[in-house]
């Protein structure tokens, strides 16, 4: 089909400066947001950097990092702390005594005589006792002591006395293979690791997210290009119909099309650089730590480009990584292990107290304190007990409902356990489909791409002859440029999809060659 010019010259030359007035617009909009002579600005700013240099500044910076690392660091030294249950604790006192009675009388033969009494005293104790891993507790005890009594009748007489000891109790069943301190001890080592696993989450959720943001970050800047390509398309569409309207061979309704989707691909190309800065702040919101400032104005250039390589995937293989090195799955097995452990102290705090108890040592006297001391030196007066002791609550109610809530909590936790290995099987078989489909998309939208391109040559050929409409060749460039979109898109997820496999694999560390210290 064909169209005839106007005749009026007059209208022809109207048209012509209508024409000129748009071009001159669009011109003028291509020259403000076309990528700045950014060799000139941006580039000022810009920073070369690949995925390994962008993990390698958020393990350094990152503050989810820092912070979720002080927490197994905060657990090391309660661990430490929990020891100290089975530290001995010395005790050592002395004490003086005075006691002087009032004065009385007493018959003496035929005489009463006024009868006064005082003592004084001198006691030194000491002690040193605690509680050995497997319960037996022991006391290690050493007393001496000095006295001296006025009597007016009596006179004075001094004595000194002491011993050295020590007694021992071993429980037989309760507290016996568990108690306390063991009870804490094993928790508290659970709670390290269920941390440390926790911080290997946070590191593997940290570094999935700078893989996720880096090319997001390529995506942008390549679609960015695609938008500045399909604007430098429709102008050039609007500047050859321009041409056609002033020498009568293209209706202005040819024109104003032109117009309309140059003005389109302009907003589109705006939007996409709304996109572009949002997608830079991300990555570098995830490379600072408290001086954002210093990243600010830096323009991260990717040195690394979308690709798509074939990877194979074995399902079952994937099931075993994710079992083993999920974090999640570690932080559900120790809390069903601290569980398990209070399960266990709880049954045993059903037995009754049956104790070992038995007692051994020295004793001596005389009349100053070397005579005690030379008396315990001799061994000649020994001292020793031995028996056993019960207790027994009767009903022991308490201890008994304790036990059944602990059994409880135990099969919960082991359900819970259950409940995400089933998420996180789900989850990879879901992760590997995902990824064969995007690779599938990727090889689709490069051959519609490749496709689309011959298209709008064979259309713009098609144009130039007079055999097409002017909005027939603006539907194959938004095509093509809708395929270009869609290829660079395809290509993200296919590479996001990898870093999401591996993450829930926990086995984003591995992939990615990173290296983290773990507190221990």
Known sequence: MTLKAPKSNGT??????VSFFFLAIFAAMAQTNAPMDTQSDTNANARLMSLQDCLQEALVHNLDIQISRQTPLADIYDLRGDYG??????????????????????????????????????????DIGGTLPWGLQYDFTGSISQGQQIETFAGTSESSSGDIGVQLTQPLLKNFWIDNTRLTIRQAKDTLESDQAL????????????????????????????????????????????????????????????????ATDQSTLIADKEKLSAAQ???????????????????IQPTETLQAKLEEFDLQDSWNKGMSGNPLLVIDRMSA??????????????????????????????????DSFGGIDQGNAPFYTYGAKLSMPLGNI??????????????????????????????????????????ESVDATKQARVYAEAALDAEQKTYAVGKATTFEVLQYQNSLTTARSQEIRALANYNEALATLAQD?????????VDIEVPQ
């Open 12 to 17: 022809m030359k109207r048209t012509g400066i």
């Open 85 to 126: 249950g089975w530290d001995p604790t010395l005790k050592a006192s002395g004490t003086h005594s005075y006691n002087s009675q009032p004065p009385t009388i007493a018959l003496i033969g035929t005489n009463f005589e006024e009868s006064a009494y005082t003592s004084k005293s001198d006691a030194f104790d000491s």
């Open 199 to 262: 911080f290997r989450k946070n590191v593997i959720g940290d570094v999935t997210a700078v893989v996720t943001a880096y090319y997001e970050l390529i995506f942008n800047i390549e679609n960015v290009g695609v938008d500045e390509e399909a604007l430098e398309l429709s102008q050039t569409q609007l500047s050859q119909d321009q041409q056609r309207v002033e020498i009568g061979s293209l209706a202005p309704l040819s024109v104003e099309q032109d117009q309309s989707q140059a």
């Open 281 to 299: 702040n991300t990555l570098k919101g995830l490379l600072a730590d408290t001086n954002y400032m210093s990243w600010h104005a830096v323009d």
């Open 337 to 370: 292990e601290k569980d398990g452990i209070a399960l266990k102290f709880d049954r045993n705090q059903l037995f009754p107290e049956l104790d070992l108890i038995g007692s051994y040592g020295y004793n001596g006297a005389g009349p100053q304190y070397s």
């Open 398 to 439: 308490g201890a008994r409902n304790t036990a059944k809530a602990a059994k409880i909590t135990l099969k919960a936790a082991l359900l819970t356990l259950k409940q995400e290995e089933q998420t996180v099987m789900v989850d990879i078989d879901n992760d590997i489909k995902t990824i064969q489909s995007d690779y």
């Open 505 to 513: 694999e926990g086995s984003t560390l591995a992939r990615y060659n």
